[in-house]
């Protein structure tokens, strides 16, 4: 009789997986916007916030490829539940945080924790991606289709995290929110752990950690669209617009405080959950159904340059405006919910070409090397977030970030259709 383990996985070991990564993406979304906003309040400049978050995207970096080599070796179940329990401790390791000690213990302290919470954050990413590979039918997009529903999916989970968190803070504090959120993610660790069914690979022997770099060139050249794409979004998105928000929405009372909270955290729910939806949407969108690959990568070098006109008209209209007018704000809102209808198309078609170009038997390789890449361009955008917005403020931050939307396309404008079997140059 054949091991259970090694029998085809089943939708139900699809469920399951998801279903543990929503909860994972919920605390993960909560607690950007708790320490983002807990810090603001307390007076951390735009490049001090910025740092808190540099370990979390350094771990990540990290983490993406020896995950990738930890799944090939002992499975997938091995490193979402590994995940899920690094998060538990990340969050009541934060509860720890003495509001007595001095802003740098305070700063290395959080450093140190949100560092752990990338380890998680990307050991369970890593799991539930390459997941995919295995579980979704191949024929007429069904991989372009799952992949999308499990990235759209988790996206609008993390933006309601994001109002989650903003709104622990308002109501029951910083200290209160990691506790009960530790709580919940170490219930649903327990209930997936007891109700995983078999199916997904266990990891074969004898697999070295030299295998981890791909030797495929669209492989290669995709991560490095990866890098600049998220950095275009990062740059604004970690640090500078929810400051700028904060700055002209509060008036420095307790209750203008706790409104312009909700406030921040609702607009950047809203704009996840526009990205989920329309990453959802992208099959459709782009007709995956009946195009051929070759089309598809077409179309991600068009959607990338399409992408970079709107930070640079934004950046324009940033340098025009004699100060935070009201209609300067206006148009923000309007312009990044674009660039995030926009960014998702360009997101969706990556998640896609990186399951397409990589074999089965690599799959958790080259998609640690993908979201190492993804890690690398986060970090870069969360340091240059608080640091140009701290220089050059609006007007640099957006200029910026078209500047690295056009990386992308630059790196999108290599893929072949053909190149998969080619050595990485």
């Given at each position: 009789m054949s091991d259970p383990a090694d029998r085809p996985p089943s939708l139900s070991a699809y469920i399951a997986v998801t279903a543990?990564?929503?909860?994972?993406?919920l605390t993960d979304g909560a607690l950007r916007m708790l320490v983002l906003l807990h810090f603001h309040e307390l007076g951390f400049s735009p490049l001090q916030l910025a740092w808190l978050f540099v370990l979390y995207?350094?771990?990540?970096m990290i983490t993406n490829l020896s995950a990738g080599w930890i799944a090939a070796r002992f499975g997938?179940?091995?490193?979402?539940?590994?995940?899920?329990?690094?998060?538990?401790?990340?969050?009541?390791?934060?509860?720890?945080?003495?509001?007595?000690?001095?802003?740098?213990?305070?700063?290395?302290?959080?450093?140190?924790?949100?560092?752990?919470?990338?380890?998680?954050?990307?050991?369970?990413?890593?799991?539930?991606?390459?997941?995919?590979?295995?579980?979704?039918?191949?024929?007429?997009g069904g991989l372009f289709h799952w992949v999308a529903i499990l990235t759209g999916s988790k996206n609008a989970v993390k933006?309601?995290?994001?109002?989650?968190?903003?709104?622990?803070l308002a109501g029951i504090g910083f200290v209160a929110s990691v506790l009960a959120m530790a709580a919940v993610l170490a219930?649903?660790?327990?209930?997936?752990?007891?109700?995983?069914?078999?199916?997904?690979?266990?990891?074969?022997?004898?697999?070295?950690?030299?295998?981890v770099f791909s030797t495929s060139a669209n492989v290669n050249r995709l991560s490095a669209a990866r890098v600049f794409l998220f950095g275009a979004r990062d740059v604004w998105f970690v640090v500078g617009i929810p400051v700028y928000f904060y700055a002209v929405l509060s008036d420095g009372s307790e209750a203008?405080?706790?409104?312009?909270?909700?406030?921040?955290?609702?607009?950047?729910?809203?704009?996840?959950?526009?990205?989920?939806?329309?990453?959802?949407?992208?099959p459709r969108l782009l007709r995956a159904r009946t195009r051929p690959e070759a089309e598809l990568i077409r179309a991600a070098r068009g959607w990338a340059w399409t992408l970079a006109v709107i930070p640079a008209a934004l950046s324009l209209a940033a340098l025009l405006a004699p100060g935070p007018a009201p209609w300067?704000?206006?148009?923000?809102?309007?312009?990044?919910?674009?660039?995030?209808?926009?960014?998702?198309?360009?997101?969706?078609?990556?998640?896609?070409?990186?399951?397409?170009?990589?074999?089965?038997?690599?799959?958790?390789?080259?998609?640690?090397v993908y979201y190492m890449a993804n890690a690398a361009g986060r970090l870069a955008g969360t340091v240059l977030s608080g640091l140009s917005y701290q220089l050059g403020g609006l007007a640099l931050m957006l200029g910026l970030a078209a500047a690295m939307v056009a990386g992308a396309g630059f790196a999108a404008g290599r893929l072949t259709p053909d190149a998969a079997e080619e050595p990485a140059i």
């Open positions: 543990a990564y929503w909860a994972f993406m995207e350094v771990a990540g997938l179940t091995s490193t979402l539940y590994a995940g899920l329990a690094l998060q538990v401790a990340a969050l009541v390791a934060l509860a720890q945080l003495d509001p007595g000690w001095t802003l740098t213990a305070s700063v290395v302290f959080v450093m140190a924790v949100q560092g752990a919470s990338g380890v998680a954050k990307d050991l369970a990413k890593m799991s539930s991606k390459s997941a995919v590979k295995h579980l979704a039918p191949t024929a007429q933006g309601v995290g994001f109002f989650l968190g903003a709104a622990l219930v649903i660790l327990v209930v997936v752990w007891l109700a995983m069914p078999p199916g997904l690979p266990r990891g074969r022997r004898g697999v070295q950690m030299k295998e203008g405080n706790r409104a312009a909270f909700f406030l921040i955290g609702g607009f950047m729910a809203t704009w996840t959950i526009l990205y989920a939806a329309v990453q959802a949407s992208a300067l704000t206006a148009t923000l809102v309007v312009g990044l919910l674009a660039f995030g209808a926009v960014f998702a198309v360009n997101s969706s078609l990556h998640s896609y070409l990186i399951l397409a170009f990589t074999r089965a038997e690599r799959v958790t390789m080259d998609v640690g």
